[in-house]
């Protein structure tokens, strides 16, 4: 198991003909093509139709199981990153495949996608750094100026400005789209990345693995803690909310900001067992219409 999938595979969800023990792991979901899609880690990757009411397995080759990471181009590209099979991505919603692996170190581990608003693709590895690639290139090219070892946890982004976040070398800022790369002070840099949220006005929040979560003000260019430790729970994903507030998805549910109350998940009886990836995506989708 790659070493940042720790992070990911908390999130376990039953889906359609998977639900049996063992749960499946998903390490990521994307709605694209008004389908949702869940990255895998053992079953590949499953497609719902009918928001997550039942699920399909797509045709990835049948040795592709470990599916770690998605994305979608604009042109309507999907993308997925896996362990140890590179980069695969499919024109015609998920019916057929093709490697887009070019460029890529052999039987590289693919940790984090990201399209941005140009349609130029970042691959976050696990050994190997940060890789970019626009729809027509022939191949990928490095562009990491930091180690170039260092594992990306998670890339997120808004127009020309790219934000990394790394295993234990702390948080990286373009604002060239990945030609240049600086260190963001304020963030200690042996921190293991966990989550970063970015919304169209700056505003930038990043969480630690130990639930430290910073905010990023870009009228002062400064960062500042907004919660240390508070959380008590794994961290997967933070967004923005337009009204101020930060939401983080964890293992016990969805958490808003102030003193970061668990959601009314935490009165399921299934808490204990820890909260599913579709338990967090439908409480996210509750909060949309605060977007």
């Not at 639900?19 to 998903?26: K, L």
């Not at 349609?119 to 022939?138: H, K, V």
């Not at 729970?233 to 009204?243: F, I, M, N, V």
Request: charged fraction near 25%.
């Amino acid at each position: 198991m790659s070493r940042l999938n720790s992070l990911a595979l908390a999130f376990v969800v039953g889906v359609g003909c998977f639900a049996a023990e063992p749960r499946t792991h998903v390490s990521s979901l994307l709605r694209h093509s008004n389908a949702l899609w869940a990255a895998t880690f053992g079953d590949g990757l499953l497609r719902s139709d009918d928001d997550g009411r039942s699920w399909t397995r797509t045709v990835l080759p049948s040795d592709v199981t470990r599916v770690l990471s998605l994305t979608a181009g604009k042109t309507g590209r999907l993308i997925a990153g896996t362990e140890s099979a590179g980069v695969w991505k499919s024109d015609d919603r998920g019916n057929s495949w093709d490697r887009w692996d070019g460029g890529l170190p052999d039987r590289v581990s693919v940790e984090s996608l990201f399209t941005d608003h140009a349609d130029l693709t970042f691959a976050g590895t696990s050994d190997d750094g940060l890789f970019a690639r626009g729809p027509n290139d022939e191949s990928w090219r490095r562009v990491t100026t930091w180690s170039s070892t260092s594992a990306v946890s998670t890339i997120v982004g808004w127009r020309d400005v790219v934000f990394v976040g790394t295993w234990g070398d702390g948080l990286f800022r373009s604002e060239d789209r990945g030609k240049t790369w600086l260190r963001c002070k304020g963030i200690p840099e042996a921190t293991t990345i966990a989550a970063v949220g970015a919304d169209d006005g700056g505003r930038v929040v990043v969480g630690d693995q130990a639930g430290v979560i910073y905010a990023f003000d870009p009228l002062s260019r400064t960062w500042s803690r907004v919660a240390t430790g508070e959380l008590r729970a794994s961290l997967y994903q933070l967004q923005l909310l337009r009204d101020g507030h930060i939401v983080a998805a964890t293992r016990r549910g969805v958490l808003e900001n102030g003193r970061f109350r668990v959601s009314h998940l935490e009165n399921r009886a299934d808490i204990r067992h820890g909260t599913t990836m579709m338990d967090v995506e439908r409480e996210l989708q509750g909060l949309e219409r605060r977007l």
